[in-house]
């Protein structure tokens, strides 16, 4: 069974730093195109950032230059180091990994909230 599971949310004012964990488990995230994702409530989801398999990487413009995804292997981890944060960033962060063509697997989210 797939199992995606995010952690790192949390409170933090703003100018400040998070960095997200998405940990997998019956999946091996070096083959799939992983994502973050955030929503606030009563807006439809947003992308954030992407990683795919061969190490691609791209953001969202409102995040480019502010947020950084990485992949750790080793540990089946996809990070998303957060800084500079604003209050406009406060939402569920949620994390997906998909391969091409398939419907992605998703994780609970974890909530973010930067305060003014």
């Known amino acids: 069974q797939v199992q995606l599971v995010e952690s790192g949310g949390g409170l933090v004012q703003a100018g400040g730093s998070l960095r997200l964990s998405c940990a997998a488990s019956g999946i091996t995230f070096s083959s799939y195109r992983v994502g973050w994702y955030r929503q606030v409530p009563g807006k439809q989801r947003g992308w954030v950032a992407a990683?795919?398999?061969?190490?691609?990487?791209d953001y969202a413009d409102s995040v480019r230059g502010r947020f950084t995804i990485s992949r750790d292997s080793a540990k089946n981890n996809v990070f998303l180091q957060m800084n500079s944060l604003k209050p406009e960033d406060t939402a569920v962060y949620y994390c997906a990994a998909n391969l091409p063509g398939r419907a992605p697997y998703w994780g609970k989210g974890t909530l973010v909230t930067v305060s003014s």
């Open positions: 990683v795919t398999s061969g190490g691609s990487i």
